[in-house]
């Protein structure tokens, strides 16, 4: 490993909170619910505080949760809707046939809150992580993007560090896949820290120089853009696949296979450059000024 990117790591190491991440998994939730029958109340229960959980968690899960009898709404970080009942303030409709639409609905609005939703909700958590894992490979596409473009003036995106701080996207690269390590098993409950996730990170760094290589053989062979596109769709596809292998070990306690890797990459490496394709225009036209 280089000097260089060493002395990234203890840079980038000292911006990375990890109990900034513990402490927003574990902000205090009020979620409402408003229905007009027992049935359709405890129904909602399930679907927030499922019998299959584990008891400590389930216990803490309805501690969360009030039945709404004349409340404001205001109090409450969101409030479900049984079937069939109209209130008024935004209420989420629940759907006990497409438990997934719901969960969508409402992570879409509460990026400030996910962690702590996922912490406490486990049928949100696949949610909340497909949510991380789109955003911080979006971030590392976009980090490839702006760096191969000197002109781009840093503070043109909003990334989790300023882009004059590194010596080598590697380094960036790394780094936010770790952030995004530290993201996935708070959403998955885990106990947040670098102690803790060692062992992701210690992978996670050991194949940074692979996806580098990578992304350089792919940039000599594709020239689209003059090799911009392919780069940063690299950076997109190898960010996602990561994050899905850590977000299957804090679901299952395995990671994906070798199989699953290379067919994940080929689907991600096909979505990364769709991506940068859409970021591209608006990165390029920022150089040009």
Not at 21 to 27: F, K, V
Not at 175 to 182: H, V
Not at 191 to 212: C, N, P
Not at 243 to 267: F, P, Q, V, W
């Amino acid at each position: 490993m280089s000097l260089t990117l060493l002395k990234d790591i203890r840079r980038i190491y000292a911006g990375l909170n990890a109990d900034a991440i513990r402490e927003a998994a574990h902000q205090d939730l009020n979620v409402g619910l408003i229905a007009a029958s027992e049935e359709d109340y405890r129904r909602m229960e399930q679907f927030l505080a499922p019998e299959w959980g584990e008891d400590r968690g389930r216990a803490e899960a309805l501690r969360t949760i009030h039945r709404v009898d004349g409340t404001p709404h205001s109090r409450f970080d969101f409030v479900l809707c049984a079937p069939g009942v109209t209130a008024g303030g935004k209420c989420y409709a629940f759907d006990p046939a497409d438990t997934t639409g719901t969960t969508k609905a409402i992570v879409a609005d509460h990026e400030d809150v996910e962690l702590a939703i996922a912490r406490n909700y486990p049928l949100f958590r696949r949610t909340v992580a497909d949510r991380i894992l789109h955003r911080i490979s979006r971030e590392n596409a976009l980090f490839s993007l702006v760096t191969a473009l000197p002109n781009v003036i840093p503070s043109f995106i909003d990334l989790p560090w300023a882009i004059g701080e590194f010596a080598t996207d590697t380094a960036f690269l790394t780094m936010n896949q770790i952030r995004m390590a530290l993201l996935l098993a708070a959403t998955y409950g885990q106990t947040v820290g670098y102690t803790e996730q060692k062992l992701q990170i210690a992978a996670i760094a050991a194949g940074a120089f692979g996806w580098r290589a990578l992304a350089r053989e792919l940039v000599g062979k594709i020239p689209l853009g003059g090799g911009l596109i392919p780069k940063a769709a690299v950076a997109f596809a190898g960010t996602y696949v990561v994050g899905m292998s850590l977000e299957k070990l804090n679901r299952t306690g395995s990671g994906l296979s070798r199989h699953e890797r290379k067919d994940a990459y080929a689907r991600a490496f096909a979505r990364g450059k769709e991506v940068v394709e859409e970021l591209a225009p608006a990165v390029t036209r920022r150089a040009e000024r």
